[in-house]
């Protein structure tokens, strides 16, 4: 947990978000500014930034996330059409929130990688 992550103050409920999905090692939100119909993030519950972080004995959550993505995918109903899954790391990939998280992407065609 860290006290100023955005994303641990949602998952410890001060700040208000709708939970979409939780289980013992990650929830699931809408993002605030999506990029596409369907843009959801899975977000461990534990605090790290970076997939570097992370010790072995974490790696389970991320086998977590994806099965919550796949599901997650499922129950927007963007299967058949497709979605991405993105995981920024570090400032080249822009990513903004320093709490590692999965963005689902879907619900329109989202063109080729940058
Ligand atoms: P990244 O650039 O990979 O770090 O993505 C962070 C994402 O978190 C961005 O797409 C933001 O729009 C999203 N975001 C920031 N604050 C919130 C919030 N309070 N609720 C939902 N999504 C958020």
Do not use: W
């Not at 979409?20 to 959801?40: G, S």
């Not at 974490?58 to 994806?66: A, D, H």
């Not at 993505?69 to 990939?93: F, T």
């Amino acid at each position: 947990m860290s006290d100023e992550c955005i994303f641990c103050k949602i998952n410890r409920g001060e700040i208000p978000s709708d939970i979409l999905y939780r289980d013992e090692d990650c929830f699931v939100i809408r993002d605030v500014a999506p990029r596409a119909p369907v843009h959801l993030l899975v977000i461990p519950t534990v605090h790290f930034t970076y997939l570097s972080g992370l010790s072995e004995e974490f790696q389970p959550v991320l086998g977590r996330m994806f099965s919550a993505a796949k599901d997650m995918a499922a129950r927007e109903g963007v299967v058949d059409s497709g979605y991405r899954l993105v995981i920024n790391q570090g400032p080249d990939s822009g990513q903004e929130v320093p709490h590692l998280h999965l963005h689902v992407l879907g619900g329109r065609h989202l063109g080729g990688m940058a």
